[in-house]
């Protein structure tokens, strides 16, 4: 069995894996690529899949929402393939602070929803079924892409408890707290009433 320091300077590896994969801002990379502008000069200044979706191009934030999904996704995977679940919690863990505060932007990035539903679905995809049709029903009765990541994270833990997953439910709350930190503007503006709508530019 391996010892304690070579199982914590594993855990690290992994940890630095999963934030550099996570790190990477598929979103603004594919809004230059295809023209968009910056996207943190439009609408939210996101570089997340919404915030794409704000330029008219469906496609881009498509291709945004899977790539973001999937870096937490692969982090988890690879990691569950090369050194067991802990790993696999460490790096999806940190694929989503990656895309949450980016060393690249100066850890200014998105919001993290789509990299927390990739890696929960990688983890323990029964309970990320249930948080994508969370998110799916709010946003289509409401049209708030906030208001459906907020309930979605939220009822997360509460999922992965009713569903048997309880190895995951620590991770769950823990990142449940950071999507609410970091959509504290748009649950200022949800209270305003300026809070904008799926699809509009």
């Known amino acids: 069995m391996p010892d304690i320091t070579t199982t914590t300077a594993l855990l690290l590896l992994w940890a630095a894996f999963g934030y550099f994969l996570g790190s990477i801002p598929f979103g603004l990379v594919l809004a230059r690529i295809l023209g968009l502008g910056d996207l943190r ?4 200044g996101n570089i997340g899949a919404t915030n794409v979706l704000r330029t008219g191009n469906r496609g881009a934030a498509l291709g945004t929402l899977l790539l973001d999904g999937g870096k937490g996704a692969v982090a988890v995977l690879a990691a569950r393939a090369l050194a067991g679940e802990d790993a696999a919690q460490v790096a999806g863990g ?3 602070i ?3 505060f980016p060393v690249w932007l100066g850890f200014r990035g998105g919001k993290g929803v ?5 890696l929960i679905l990688a983890l323990a995809w029964p309970v990320g079924l249930a ?3 969370t998110w799916a029903v709010t946003a289509a009765a409401l049209r708030y892409s906030s208001v459906a990541a907020l309930l979605a994270a939220g009822f997360t833990p509460v999922w992965a408890v009713a569903l048997g997953r309880g190895e995951v ?3 769950a709350l823990a990142l449940a707290v950071i999507v609410y930190i ?12 300026t809070e904008p709508r799926i699809g509009r530019r």
């Open 41 to 44: 000069k439009i609408g939210s």
């Open 94 to 96: 940190m694929a989503f």
């Open 98 to 100: 990656g895309h949450c």
């Open 114 to 118: 789509a990299t927390f539903f990739g």
């Open 131 to 133: 948080a994508c049709a």
């Open 169 to 171: 439910v620590f991770l």
């Open 182 to 193: 970091r959509h504290a503007g748009n649950i200022a503006r949800l209270h305003a009433g």
